[in-house]
């Protein structure tokens, strides 16, 4: 288990039961009392738990991992993912992203499409992100116009979120929406931790006539704090080749499996 897997393990036990002792992680992770401590210690430093004598409480409301933390986990089969979904992508279309690890790796994949690569100079494909590191990474690229939205930057997933960001896209049409999720559950739809991002991401997918969930199968069957959307306003899910994705296509939604 890497330390960036115990990180989420962590934060995810102490979301359940507010408090965990050293010796109560140790044995739920199986490994040291030592490394739990100096886990701990980390995560305190981070302010995304608070220290206490012989363990750690609950510090925040949303328990989740910073970006730069999470793109080492499960990276082959986002990329998978990614490039899967980026080959859905028709020139001259108009798509929204949000924030996360495989919506990033989807950005990175439709950036490097060769198709996608105009002599004129002009725009093959328009997209909208209230993610800073997607805009980020492809305001290089000449082949693509980037509209970003306005809003208050939170550091854990680099999105824009509140009012101004959802006064962008109430001006705008998307043919596609990717949206990357913390979970997805048949009941309970597409959810994210933050309340805020999910309000964002719910407005995307509004404004979208496909609806496209990008997500590994670690997600399927999870839940998260905030929910984005319904099962039913999922038009397709494209996750890895082997994930348990068969619920879903009984509930109407296209799978594509990377």
Same mark, same amino acid.
């Given at each position: 288990? $890497?330390?960036? *897997?115990?990180w &989420?393990g962590?934060l995810?036990?102490?979301a359940g039961?507010g408090?965990?002792?050293? *010796?109560e992680?140790? #044995?739920e992770l199986?490994v040291?009392?030592?490394t739990?401590?100096?886990?701990?210690?980390?995560l305190?430093?981070?302010?995304?738990?608070?220290?206490?004598r @012989?363990?750690?409480v609950?510090?925040?409301? #949303?328990?989740?991992?910073?970006?730069?933390?999470k793109s080492?986990?499960?990276a082959?089969e986002?990329?998978?993912i990614?490039?899967? %979904? /980026?080959?859905l992508?028709?020139?001259?279309a108009?798509v +929204?992203i949000?924030?996360g690890?495989?919506?990033? *790796?989807?950005a990175?994949?439709? %950036?490097?499409? %060769?198709?996608?690569? #105009?002599e004129?100079?002009?725009?093959?494909?328009?997209?909208?992100?209230?993610?800073?590191?997607?805009?980020?990474?492809l !305001? !290089?690229r000449p082949?693509?116009?980037i509209?970003?939205?306005?809003?208050?930057?939170l550091?854990?997933?680099? =999105?824009?979120?509140g009012?101004?960001? &959802?006064?962008v896209f109430?001006?705008v049409?998307?043919?596609m929406?990717f949206?990357?999720v913390? @979970?997805?559950?048949?009941?309970?739809?597409?959810?994210?931790?933050?309340e805020e991002?999910?309000s964002?991401?719910?407005q995307m $997918?509004?404004?979208a006539?496909? !609806?496209?969930?990008?997500?590994d199968?670690?997600?399927?069957g999870?839940?998260?704090? /905030?929910?984005?959307?319904g099962i039913?306003?999922?038009?397709?899910?494209v996750t890895? /080749?082997?994930?348990?994705?068969?619920?879903? =296509? =009984?509930? +109407?939604?296209?799978? !594509?499996r990377?």
């Amino acid at each position: 288990m $890497s330390r960036y *897997e115990r990180w &989420n393990g962590l934060l995810s036990l102490l979301a359940g039961r507010g408090r965990l002792s050293v *010796e109560e992680a140790a #044995t739920e992770l199986n490994v040291s009392a030592a490394t739990i401590r100096r886990d701990f210690d980390q995560l305190a430093q981070q302010q995304m738990l608070t220290r206490t004598r @012989g363990g750690a409480v609950a510090h925040t409301v #949303t328990y989740d991992l910073p970006l730069r933390y999470k793109s080492a986990r499960r990276a082959s089969e986002k990329q998978r993912i990614a490039a899967v %979904a /980026a080959d859905l992508v028709q020139p001259g279309a108009v798509v +929204g992203i949000n924030g996360g690890t495989t919506t990033t *790796e989807v950005a990175r994949a439709l %950036a490097t499409r %060769a198709d996608l690569h #105009t002599e004129t100079g002009g725009f093959a494909v328009t997209v909208v992100t209230n993610a800073l590191n997607i805009a980020g990474e492809l !305001v !290089v690229r000449p082949h693509i116009k980037i509209v970003l939205s306005g809003g208050v930057a939170l550091p854990q997933s680099y =999105e824009l979120v509140g009012p101004l960001a &959802n006064g962008v896209f109430d001006q705008v049409t998307l043919d596609m929406a990717f949206l990357g999720v913390s @979970g997805l559950d048949v009941e309970r739809g597409a959810t994210c931790a933050n309340e805020e991002e999910a309000s964002i991401n719910r407005q995307m $997918s509004v404004r979208a006539e496909r !609806v496209v969930v990008v997500a590994d199968g670690s997600k399927l069957g999870t839940r998260a704090f /905030a929910r984005i959307c319904g099962i039913g306003e999922v038009d397709m899910l494209v996750t890895d /080749a082997d994930a348990d994705a068969g619920p879903y =296509e =009984e509930a +109407g939604v296209k799978v !594509v499996r990377a």
